[in-house]
Nanobody
């Protein structure tokens, strides 16, 4: 199994940037595809970005061109660089792991972190 811990959240002004990190334990980290999801109060958790073991990526339309997901298998970390942040990006951000080759579906992710709060103000 893999354990995930997110960090890097905080308060930022609209138009600013944040970089989220997810630290993973376990020897098999490199065998997982990874994803970032977010959940705002009163809303369902939604897909943000995903990355395969080999580095192929996919993004939600709402963040394309602004967010970048990356991974370092040697360090067992996954990052989400968030630029041009908007108030609607405010949410708790979660990293997740799946043994599937690639998926954007929440139910297919097997391991989840506890989340980190991102707040974007005007």
């Amino acid at each position: 199994q893999v354990q995930l811990v997110e960090s890097g959240g905080g308060l930022v002004q609209a138009g600013g940037s944040l970089r989220l990190s997810c630290a993973a334990s376990g020897r098999t980290f490199s065998n997982y595809a990874m994803g970032w999801f977010r959940q705002a109060p009163g809303k369902e958790r939604e897909f943000v970005a995903a990355i395969t073991r080999g580095g192929s990526t996919d993004y939600a339309d709402s963040v394309k061109g602004r967010f970048t997901i990356s991974r370092d298998n040697a360090k067992r970390t996954v990052s989400l660089q968030m630029n041009s942040l908007k108030p609607e990006d405010t949410a708790v951000y979660y990293c997740a792991a799946t043994t599937r080759i690639f998926t954007i579906h929440l139910r297919e992710y097997e391991h989840w972190g506890q989340g980190t709060q991102v707040t974007v103000s005007s």
